[in-house]
């Protein structure tokens, strides 16, 4: 009778390490799943007292309101699918994380963040842009779009070639941000400004780092977001 016998590299040691990496690996893939739900989570992404400026808002939109009751989470909208990808997008999401706390900039600030969040905007749309709108795709499929106005089924079907969600579907969740082709910076400080009861020329002192003088700061009052898309969305406006 043949005895088999194992290779002479697989000595005990060896053994011990392969079985204890494995179960190592185990436990480590679900921590990522576990980390990957709790911080893919609303109430992670608010523990940033400037994200609630963003989470006010997209309490009053259709994807928290909808009325067929699927409410959708940040992280359904803004990370990746996947234990890998979605590792890498938060990953990469600290980003954010260090300028909130290290650029000096103070984002807690709703004059500050409002002057901010354009560029925020517009980065968001660049990832939907370079990912397809893949995270708009877990909850809508493009062939079963029908809407309730005339042709938009036959919009989805013949007019999206070289389109994604983003391109047309922006404004609808946060603070309404024009595009970036027709965005300006001049128009949007006057809002700000206007919006706060700032003197004019505040905004531009404080994107360039100066801060905001006694007099001003205590000239104006801050708007309730949720009230502010309330008359956005009356308008006919939205938010992304």
């Not at 204890?20 to 893919?40: I, K, Q, T």
């Not at 965005?183 to 505040?202: D, I, Q, S, Y």
Request: charged share 20%; net charge negative.
């Amino acid at each position: 009778m043949i005895k088999l016998e194992p290779p002479v590299f697989i000595t005990r040691h060896v053994l011990f390490a392969l079985v204890a990496g494995g179960l190592g690996g185990v436990v480590f893939m679900f921590f990522l799943l576990e980390f990957d739900h709790y911080s893919s989570s609303n109430a992670f992404c608010t523990t940033c007292h400037s994200m609630t400026y963003a989470d006010d808002v997209y309490l009053q939109s259709a994807h928290y309101n909808s009325a067929s009751g699927v409410r959708a989470s940040c992280g359904d909208c803004h990370v990746s699918e996947g234990i890998i990808m979605a590792t890498y997008d938060h990953t990469v999401g600290t980003k954010d994380l260090f300028k909130q706390l290290f650029s000096g900039t103070d984002y807690d600030d709703p004059v500050i963040n409002l002057l901010h969040l354009p560029e925020a905007a517009f980065s968001a749309r660049d990832w939907f842009r370079k990912r397809d709108s893949a995270t708009c795709k877990r909850c809508h499929t493009l062939d079963a779009i029908q809407g309730t106005r005339a042709n938009t089924a036959a919009i989805h079907q013949e007019e999206t070639d070289g389109k994604t969600c983003i391109d047309c579907h922006m404004n609808l969740v946060h603070r309404k941000v024009p595009s970036e082709q027709t965005f300006k910076r001049e128009a949007w400080n006057a809002m700000v400004e206007e919006e706060f009861g700032l003197a004019p020329g505040t905004a531009a002192q404080l994107l360039a780092g100066e801060k905001m003088p006694e007099a001003a700061a205590g000239s104006g009052t801050v708007p309730a977001p949720a009230a502010k898309l309330a008359e956005e969305t009356a308008a006919g406006g939205g938010t992304n």
